[in-house]
């Protein structure tokens, strides 16, 4: 059950009728069909016929039906007794699946167990990590490996690097590739990232994070990893005691609201020497290395928007907090508090590298590097979940992706990340029944996306009516997270 979703009254044998179908995979739009769903899966697509007797109807006649989204960056699970809120925001803007950023042993277990929560309408974990590579538990080479091992046993899908070294990251990626699970996560500040693509990096996330990717791409590349621009981040435990776990947990929450607060000086300086140095040929070279070896990036333009302009009325005054529980509005503003105290040296260069984040992005898009779209929800100040993914998706056009592009990132690309393509992120015979129901058509504009009329999931179907109603019970009680 959930507290702010409830069960839908169009369930079971439904027909969305007379709809045009779009296939992400190659921007195909095919009009006038019947998707013909039941049992939470697609029993067929056909050419629109007679209504199907005993059928729920859905009328899509001048719509367009896409693959519900996913989004593939969140820490939705960072709160499993309370989720309830954050999942339903998800529903309300047609996001059914997701990748966990974070995890622990405990959500490995509880996932074998099959005791994790699944309110009403709740979306798919599609892939969890356990717990972050951190000087806690990879202070050393050896430690990384043995916590690599660790979490390869408790059924991790894959392992995250949060705060290590370049040494502490090798020796987990060596690890992983022997053992087959995948690595992704944050580049090591001393890291090449085309060292990390060619020793079988998954993901790099956040375009980074900081200054290494964009190090790659200067004239001055030398210069600025001389300067060895790193986040001035509090001294985590390296004990794994009950108390060093919990002090860790606390730090990791307090910094993940927005580590822009950190940035030191030499960061500052880092940013400007690469950013006023970008060579787009070397670029275009970072960008054809990460081709030849599959090296997927999850830009989340929304996180780092919302971590380098973190006290913009954008973000401290957007309408769309009234969904957030109290408490964790509460540590929003004094984060954004925090960073209006930063030096104005620090603030413009944390502004200015907006351009050159949108500038890359742009870049590995047109050289076919592949890429996931994700936000970074839950515990990030400003970022509000399931509606984050619509602005990722309008930051994604803002650096100068086409339509097409940013709908792949959503669906096609993320089953052809996770390898399962054929299950997901399309519209087919035996494909789940997780669709969105579109006003207009996303191929010719991206804000397509954001003009949702209906969510199916897993068979079961929530008008625009519904999603309002969804919306305004969460606004009477908010609880995201």
Known sequence: MSK????????????????????????????GQDVEVEGGRIMSVTATGAPIKGAHIVEGRGRYLVPAFMDMHTHALETPEDMDGTYALMLANGIVGFRQMSGSRTLLASRREGTLPAPTGAPALLATAGELLT???????????????????????FVKAGVTTRETFLAALAEANRLGIRLGGHLAPDLDPREAARNGVWSIEHLGPGVTVFAAASKQEDEVRAMRATRELPPLPTTRSTGALQAQAKMIKQMALNPATGTSETEARAYELADGSYDQGKAEELAA?????????????IRVHTQQFGDSPEHTQDPRRRYMAPEELQAWDQSAAKFAE?????????????DAQLRMTKTFADAGVPMIAGTDACGAAGIVPGFALHDEFDYLAEAGLDPLTILQ????DPARFLGREGELGRIGTAMPADLVLLDED????????????????????????????????????????
């Open 4 to 31: 702010y979703v409830e069960p839908s009254a169009v369930t079971g044998h439904v027909v969305v009728r007379d709809v045009t179908v779009v296939d992400p995979l190659d921007g195909s739009r095919t009009p």
């Open 409 to 412: 990132m959503t669906t096609t």
């Open 289 to 301: 290395i990460f081709v030849e070896h599959g090296t997927w990036q999850c830009p989340t333009l």
């Open 135 to 157: 000087p806690l538990n990879a202070s050393t080479a050896e430690g990384a490996v043995a916590a690599v091992r660790e979490q390869h046993a408790d059924g991790a899908d």
């Open 342 to 354: 930063l030096p104005d040296v620090t603030r413009n260069a944390l502004r200015g590298h907006w």
């Open 442 to 481: 996303p191929v010719a504009d991206h804000t397509a996306l954001h003009r949702i009329a209906g969510v199916m999931r897993e068979g079961a179907w929530w008008d625009r009516a519904d999603l309002d109603a969804i919306l305004e019970r969460i606004a009477a009680k908010p609880g995201a997270h």
